[in-house]
């Protein structure tokens, strides 16, 4: 038996050696074992390589998963998330650009040199009202009606800047030429940063985007997605205030109007394309009933699965908010906030990434991850089917008659200005609502830092192939002109004078910021925000 056993570790050792890049999920590729030439060989090690580093940098990918998780900043306020970021981009050698696209939490990193240039992004914003304990299985809000990361975008980014360390890493030693750019998605669910860093040129001379976003599944798609695009316009009325016991005949309320735009919105909408969403808050809607509304204000989203149906919308808000103003003697102005196109991803890069995706594999989710998360399955009502085993498959493109509208992601700008994908990666559990708290739970948890450290050895090894495959960058291009853009030209949804939208949450954190700032991740102190926290995992 020991003999045996001395046997079997000398075999295993020596496939080991032999082959460093094999894993266990590597697909093997039929025909002659000669078939493969040296370039392949080399990139094959490559990505093994980059791999390992990744594994290497686990703890710091867990602390940055849990820091941003604690800052919980939402759209135009990631201003703590910026400065953690950028000084750990700065200390691994980046050189970083601050202020990027006239967002003061814009900002752009970059390292290398000469083409290609690669650029990893993923958004960095938290969402309104979802403010939750990690691994904690009830609505326990860290700050009660703060913001959190009831999405799960305190992932993302985590996961390219661990894909940049270790791809600079092999690029160093291996002399590799190329730019590797590390970017965040401002205020993605404000839909309001990427049509600004398109416009402000971020994306000029970059050769590929590599964009993640956080899913319970892993997975990659090309061609035109579903969902849609949208507008986001701000409408304010204006009228005249009096007293409202008094002498209401005098005043024009504000507030009339934004009501009867909204009244003729919902009897339009039966009569609207089904591909079609759309849906507002009052943002203002006056101060105490006693006195007439001066000003009234409310915000809508317009979403279209196609340019020229995001348009239509548009223009109908814009005629509906006159028809209000007439209706009542006031006047309307309005403001567009954000935008976004529909989003459309490119077929080679999707192809290498998926390849990657099937190399890498699902993380290897223990016992208690699986528990975990069919506990929080049962808290969600959710179908207790645990965290996922399998990689997806190739996405499809998706027909316009198929499209069933959905949500949107500013990606879209960048996926028709340069060859794009939206690498999915497992970093949350599987059947929970979204943009809710309960989406949140697993987002500071081992089923986040497996998930991003699995999606970051995807994305280095797309880079990987994007910098040592010249005809990979070519390809994608060609699909990009040829097919992609042959009959959709990008037209942009901002013009050159619509600002970003920086205001937005300002009040809300200047409020809020000192109490949450009690429950940032100090990682001097503690190994993880769950130990910070007191929160024992999986939760008893
Ligand atoms: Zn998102």
Redesign the pocket.
Known sequence: MRTRSIWLTLTLLALLTAAPSASPQQKQKPGRPGARSAADVRLDGLKAEVAREIDGLQVLTQQMVDSLFSFGEPGFQEFETKRYCTAILREHGFAVEEDVAGMPTGWLASWGSGKPVIALGS?VDGLLETSQKPGVLEHAPLVEGAPGHG?G?NSGIPLSITAAIALKRVMEREKIGGTIKVWPGVA?ELIAGKAQFVKAGVFDGVDAVLFS?VSSGFGVSWGAASGTGLVSVEYTFTGTSAHAGGAPWGGRSALDAVELMDVAWNFRREHLRPSHRSHSVITNGGGQPNVVPPTASVWYYFREIDYPHIKELHELGDTMAKAAAMMTGTTVSSRLLGSAWPQHFNKPVAEATYANIERVGMPSWSDDDQAFAKAVQRLVKAREQGLSTEVGKLGQPVKPEDNRGGGS?DIGDVSWTVPTITLRYPANIPGLPGHHWASAIAMATPVAHKGVTAGAKVEAMTALDLLLKPELVKQAWEYFRNEQTKETTYQPLIGPGDKPAVWLNEKLMRELRPTMQKFYYDPARYKTYLEQLGIPYPPK
């Open positions: 958004d999405e975008h993605e976003h992601d």
